[in-house]
């Protein structure tokens, strides 16, 4: 075995392993936590695939800066037990329901979406060069480009509105 399925193999437990614990933990400050640590084990997949252009990119901009606003609005919303109302077993059940049917749509989406997983003929040199992902970014991928910027501008406003008091939102809505 060489060394690259070694670090494969251990990166790839590694990131089930605390991608797990991320929706397993009760805890919001240790779920967090473990969402760094996915990322930071992503970012060495990244290394391995010559990319290193995104490895940087995925540490400063997921494991530092939206990490660090997830961080916040946990603490601005006080996230407390005793505070936290208790959901009945009827949302619980119909909760589980959808996140199936949400599953069953995606497996279906990329059953008929026809993409196949076959070598590309780039070579490994080009792989994680800047200039050959700016590329591909800005001609074949912008219009899903621009729908994540518009989907993070969606996150940024909605948590404006959950720090606000409902005595906040309501006058907002009065002056406007």
Do not use: W
């Amino acid at each position: 075995m060489s060394l690259d399925l070694i670090i494969f193999i251990v990166l790839s437990a590694l990131t089930l392993a605390s991608a797990i614990g991320v929706v397993i933990t009760r805890n919001p400050i240790t779920s967090v936590l473990l969402l760094i640590l996915t990322f930071f084990c992503i970012s060495g997949h990244y290394l391995l695939m010559n990319a290193q252009f995104l490895a940087i990119v995925n540490i400063i901009v997921y494991a530092g800066a939206i990490m660090v606003l997830f961080l916040f609005v946990i603490m601005l919303m006080n996230l407390n037990k005793d505070t936290e109302p208790q959901k009945s077993t009827m949302v619980q059940f119909a909760g589980v329901i959808s996140g199936g049917c949400l599953l069953l749509v995606i497996l279906m989406a990329f059953q008929s979406s026809g993409i196949e997983l076959t070598q590309t003929s780039t070579t490994v040199s080009n792989i994680g060069l800047i200039k050959v992902l700016g590329k591909k970014l800005f001609t074949d991928f912008v219009f899903p480009f621009e729908i994540s910027s518009v989907l993070f501008l969606s996150a940024m406003i909605g948590t404006v509105v959950l720090g606000k008091k409902d005595d906040d939102i309501a006058t907002a809505i009065q002056d406007s």
